[in-house]
């Protein structure tokens, strides 16, 4: 059985940062790709980046890009999402999700969900 646990969300200001944790179990991680999602409040869920366990390729959305950026330990099965220069509109709950095969930012394709964790970015 696969789980995922988020942790790290939280309340900050316009401009801070925060780091998102994935923490992964029930499985070997080595083929599978590791996703992160957000949904703001109104909204449909969306990507926002993704790394694969073997080998660390990454993608991002455009929206994140060059803010966020994506990270694994394999030796504690955990992903992190370091997110710099918050913005307002970066607030929503964040989930990690992830599946066996390529990168993809469809949402559909990723078999496993965490519970998700709050994200707040205050102006």
């Known amino acids: 059985q696969v789980q995922l646990v988020e942790s790290g969300g939280g309340l900050v200001q316009a401009g801070g940062s925060l780091r998102l944790s994935c923490a992964a179990s029930g499985r070997t991680f080595s083929s599978y790709v590791m996703g992160w999602f957000r949904q703001a409040p109104g909204k449909e869920r969306e990507f926002v980046a993704a790394?694969?366990?073997?080998?660390?390729?990454?993608l991002y959305a455009d929206s994140v890009k060059g803010r966020f950026t994506i990270s694994r330990d394999n030796a504690k099965n955990t992903v992190y999402l370091q997110m710099n220069g918050l913005k307002p509109e970066d607030t929503a709950v964040y989930y990690c999700?992830?599946?066996?095969?390529?990168?993809?930012?469809?949402?559909?394709?990723?078999?496993?969900w965490g519970q998700g964790t709050q994200v707040t970015v205050s102006s």
């Open positions: 790394i694969r366990w073997s080998g660390g390729n990454t």
């Open positions: 999700a992830t599946r066996e095969g390529p990168l993809t930012t469809t949402e559909r394709r990723y078999a496993y």
